[in-house]
């Protein structure tokens, strides 16, 4: 089968996030309550359906499905910025655009007339920060600061694991309409915009780098399949 899909990232986490303004003191990222743009395409296999026996209940038919997957994740980051136990003192923005390659894994419910579904996947993604800046104004650690960061630019090549949660129906004999919810995240992502010292009082001058264990995004999308 092939399919394709569109949709939004409604919510983002991030986990031990920090960035850091050349010559300036690390600050914490809170998570981007920003919504974003996902579009997807998918080429696939399903295996025969196969009555399982669950722990409760008679034989249940059930299909196996693996998939390759190929999406884009769009959207402008804007993020506060915190020393540690301290209110916010400045922002971090920029657009993220994520491309993402994914084998997947999928478990089906047949014979339904809504089939729901569950599965995972795992690959690789790219993923670039454009138009990057950080702009801090307020005390750190007893410290008053006050600088803009350049504009820059940064890419990442990083690990892509998904949880994926959707229901399928099928409106003509090979085609289907599904409805998905995702849980995408990028590891241990890692951005590196500029070498330069960035002085305390300085608008438009250094660079900084930023890094996480992971960036989470929740996605909600429709799409249609097509089987053969």
Same mark, same amino acid.
């Given at each position: ?18 960035? @850091? ?25 399903? !295996? ?7 722990a409760f209940g008679g034989p249940t038919p059930m299909r196996t499905a693996m998939e390759l997957e190929f ?6 980051? $804007?993020?506060?910025?915190? =020393? ?15 491309? @993402? ?6 478990? $089906?419910?047949?014979?339904? =007339? ?18 990057? $800046? ?13 600088? @803009? ?20 129906? #099928? ?25 330069? *010292? ?10 900084? *780098? ?7 995004? #929740?996605?909600? *999308? ?5 089987? !053969?």
């Open positions: 089968y092939v399919g394709a899909a569109g949709g939004a990232m409604v919510q983002q986490f991030v986990e031990n996030g920090t960035v @850091t303004a050349v010559g300036q003191q690390p600050l914490n990222e809170e998570d981007s309550g920003r919504i974003g743009s996902y579009i997807a395409g998918r080429v696939g296999y399903d !295996f025969a359906v196969r009555d399982v026996q669950l999406n884009y994740l769009g959207a402008y980051e $804007k993020m506060s910025v915190y =020393p540690n136990a301290q209110a916010p003192v400045g922002t971090e923005t920029f657009n993220l655009n994520a491309y @993402t390659v994914l084998l997947n894994g999928l478990i $089906k419910f047949e014979e339904l =007339p809504v089939a729901p579904y569950f599965g995972g996947g795992v690959g690789c993604a790219v993923l670039y920060a454009q138009n990057h $800046k950080l702009t801090v104004n307020g005390m750190v650690n007893g410290q008053n600061v006050d600088y @803009t960061t350049a504009v820059a630019n940064a890419n990442n090549v990083c690990l892509a694991l998904q949880a994926i949660v959707g229901i399928e129906r #099928q409106l003509y004999q090979n085609l289907s309409m599904f409805i998905e919810y995702r849980f995408l995240a990028y590891m241990d992502v890692n951005f590196n915009f500029g070498s330069q *010292s960035t002085p305390n009082g300085s608008v438009g001058q250094g660079g900084s *780098s930023s890094s996480n264990d992971f960036l989470a995004n #929740q996605i909600v *999308s429709a799409g249609l399949k097509w089987s !053969f």
